[in-house]
């Protein structure tokens, strides 16, 4: 007596032998963040690992996001400076943009009319290329002059909403103006300044890219 095996054997039998055969463990392309900034984010007076883009990626990874952060901060950059390089700084496999540009002018104490063009430009150029991308705020001190303080503190909400971009509101806050987490310059943040800015960021972060 012949066994004829069964209609529905034969069926998984032919495939399993022609299905493709794939890794255990899949993992999809990380998702890049560029940050176009200055000396903060350039990791200025740091280590390399202590970098807020080193921080911030791991913080990022820890929350479970495939993510690569891209650091593209170079430390004397005004908001003129990033918009001359934007095209080349931030390249096109970026999936989101932070722009943390403003501080050197701040302390170069620039017209604000200007600053908020040079902003407004570089969020064009990103719009166009398909770039997604976000804010990053600074208080300015009043000590500098209130009215000065005033305009300048307002360009970047008014930026966000004008261009629909997601803002975060003060990327130093907690951290400017405390000795404990600056280094003796008191302006670029510590390691331990690092961490405070990282653990404020990196949950707006998320929601941006989920």
Do not use: W
Request: overall charge positive; aromatic content about 4%; proline content about 7%.
């Amino acid at each position: 007596m012949t066994c004829t095996p069964h209609p529905t054997r034969r069926v998984l039998i032919a495939a399993l032998a022609l299905a493709p055969a794939t890794p255990v463990f899949a993992a999809g392309k990380p998702r890049i963040v560029t940050i176009l900034g200055d000396s903060i984010t350039a990791g200025y007076g740091l280590p390399a690992a202590q970098s807020l883009p080193v921080q911030l990626e791991a913080a990022l990874k820890a929350r479970g996001l495939n993510v690569k952060v891209r650091g593209a901060g170079v430390s004397g950059d005004t908001t003129q400076s990033g918009l001359a390089r934007v095209d080349f700084s931030v390249q096109s496999d970026t999936a989101l943009c932070l722009i943390a540009l403003g501080g050197n002018d701040l302390l170069q104490g620039l017209d604000t009319g200007r600053t908020k063009a040079n902003l407004a430009s570089i969020l064009k150029r990103l719009k166009a290329r398909r770039i997604h991308a976000m804010l990053a705020g600074m208080r300015a001190p009043t000590a500098i002059g209130a009215g000065y303080a005033r305009d300048f503190s307002a360009i970047y909400p008014a930026l966000a909403k004008q261009y629909g971009v997601p803002l975060y509101p003060d990327l130093l806050a907690g951290v400017a103006g405390i000795p404990r987490l600056n280094q003796r310059d008191g302006i670029h943040p510590n390691p331990a300044g690092v961490k405070l800015i990282v653990q404020k960021l990196a949950p707006a972060i998320a929601r941006v890219l989920t």
